[in-house]
């Protein structure tokens, strides 16, 4: 059980958390379910961090995370218990392709982050060559390949299958989840069920059907692998703060904390917003830069670490058409585009094909949205939004015949937003825990560079940092500012 139930009725102290991402939402939250006192601190004027509702031509849209893996429990079960859970929805259609080769061929089934475990889907889609599959198949008979204590996914994926493999498959379905390149990410850090089986097992494809074999036995029968919200998911972020608020929660924006210093009483003392606020404990759920510097004098260790974290920046461009205009609209939910072809757009996504309540938002609309921009190929983000919007319409009309103009158009941008878990990320994390959790004065790290990037990750992350902090604290009254 953990310490937010267990805790219920105490009154532990009183909690800072600076960041009002979701992962800082979600800590304040289960805080707030431990008895705590909470004043979450955010230096910009909303929150959400990458979770960002929006509207084009009079339909509300998502401008950044659109989905969230539903099975892995902690974002479904936090949208339930602040109210959501009659406008959670799974995806219209999950029928994806890949822009590969010249043609849109289908997403093969049968695989874990694009390494296959069944060879006749891959075989069938065109998307790896002849020779290609030949290479594959010598994963049968070769030695083992070890992982060592960790390894780029790119690299070990390439010694067991070859190359086009990972230049057509893992490149960009890891591409979609971190705009990272699979020959610098950490196996271990970003699919690590794959690092196990490359562990245990001589044959990675023998590995990859072990991992699929595991996960059907634990899945629950018939229920969605994604899953999204009526209206967005940009609106949690709203949601989980409302129901802060409502528990006695303070939320302040446009409060930058200027210093995190200890007291001699092993508390905190934040300056912030012309403020100084006491605190018995600290959540530092912000990027790895503002984090560094909050942390430089209190815990240069962590600093030290935090300030090696490379990241990637992106933009996504949503833009609404007209049906009529179109002739004959996109099919499936979208396509991924490797980088191995030399074209623009990483990806495109077909938002009203894939959610419902777009399309019933207006029925004579199309909604989709490109992303561009990845680590170590981010030129074309010193374009300009027209710029960005005129290389989408160029590779929609080259990948689905698109020749339309848009009615309308969004570019949101996210400068250096996404964290790169780098080979030996793990070790990392770890370093940086150990750090702050031997700082005398509870403190403690969370947000998307530790456990995930994904957004059950980002909650779980706020919550298990909540849940230590309850566990550290010793029952008696708040302490006051």
Do not use: N
């Not at 979770?51 to 989905?67: K, M, N």
């Not at 043609?103 to 790896?128: C, F, N, Q, T, W």
């Not at 290389?391 to 964290?419: E, I, N, Q």
Request: aromatic share 4%; charged share 20%; glycine share 14%.
């Amino acid at each position: 059980m953990s310490a937010a139930h267990t805790s219920r009725g105490r009154a532990p102290g009183h909690v800072v958390v600076i960041g009002g991402g979701i992962s800082g939402l979600a800590a304040a939250h289960r805080l707030l379910e431990g008895g705590a006192r909470v004043t979450l601190l955010e230096a910009s004027g909303r929150l959400g961090g990458k979770l960002l509702a929006g509207e084009i031509a009079g339909v509300p849209v998502d401008l950044g995370a659109e989905s969230m893996l539903a099975r892995r429990p902690e974002a479904v079960d936090l949208a339930r218990a602040v109210g959501l859970g009659e406008r959670l929805q799974p995806p219209g259609t999950a029928t994806a392709s890949l822009w590969t080769r010249g043609a849109l061929r289908p997403m093969p089934k049968g695989h874990v982050m694009g390494v296959p475990g069944d060879l006749a889907p891959l075989a069938a889609s065109g998307v790896i060559s002849p020779e290609g599959m030949a290479r594959i198949a010598e994963d049968e008979t070769l030695p083992r390949t070890e992982a060592g204590a960790d390894v780029a996914v790119g690299e070990y994926v390439a010694a067991r299958l070859g190359r086009e493999v990972v230049d057509r498959l893992v490149e960009p379905l890891l591409g979609g989840v971190y705009a990272g390149d699979a020959y610098r990410i950490s196996m271990r850090a970003a699919v690590p069920q794959l690092f196990e089986a490359a562990r245990t097992e001589r044959s990675l494809i023998e590995g990859v059907r072990a991992v699929q074999a595991r996960a059907a036995a634990q899945a629950l029968p018939g229920g969605p692998v994604f899953m999204g919200i009526d209206g967005g998911i940009g609106t949690l972020p709203g949601a989980v703060a409302d129901a802060v608020r409502r528990a006695g929660g303070e939320i302040l924006l446009r409060t930058e904390v200027r210093e995190l210093r200890r007291t001699a009483a092993d508390g905190w003392q934040i300056a912030a917003g012309g403020r100084l606020i006491a605190a018995d404990a600290v959540i530092v759920a912000a990027p790895a830069g503002a984090a560094a510097r909050l942390l430089r004098d209190g815990c240069p260790a962590a600093a030290d670490e935090l300030d090696t974290v490379d990241h990637a920046s992106m933009a996504l461009v949503t833009m609404a058409f007209r049906r009529s205009d179109l002739g004959t609209v996109p099919s499936g939910s979208g396509f991924l585009v490797p980088p191995v072809d030399g074209h623009r757009i990483k990806a495109s996504t077909f938002a009203s094909h894939k959610w419902d309540w777009i399309a019933r938002a207006d029925p004579d609309l199309f909604v989709l949205r490109t992303s561009l921009g990845r680590y170590g190929d981010d030129a074309d983000l010193k374009r300009d939004d027209a710029e960005l919007v005129e290389l989408s319409l160029a590779d929609l009309g080259a990948a689905v015949g698109l020749a339309a103009r848009p009615v309308a158009t969004t570019v949101t941008r996210w400068d250096g937003g996404l964290p790169q878990y780098a080979v030996g990320h793990v070790g990392r994390v770890d370093r940086i825990r150990a750090a702050v959790a031997g700082v005398s004065g509870p403190l403690r790290v969370c947000g998307a560079l530790y456990d995930g990037v994904g957004i059950p990750a980002c909650i779980g992350s706020g919550q298990r940092a909540a849940d230590e902090i309850l566990g550290t604290l010793a029952a008696g009254p708040a302490t006051g500012e």
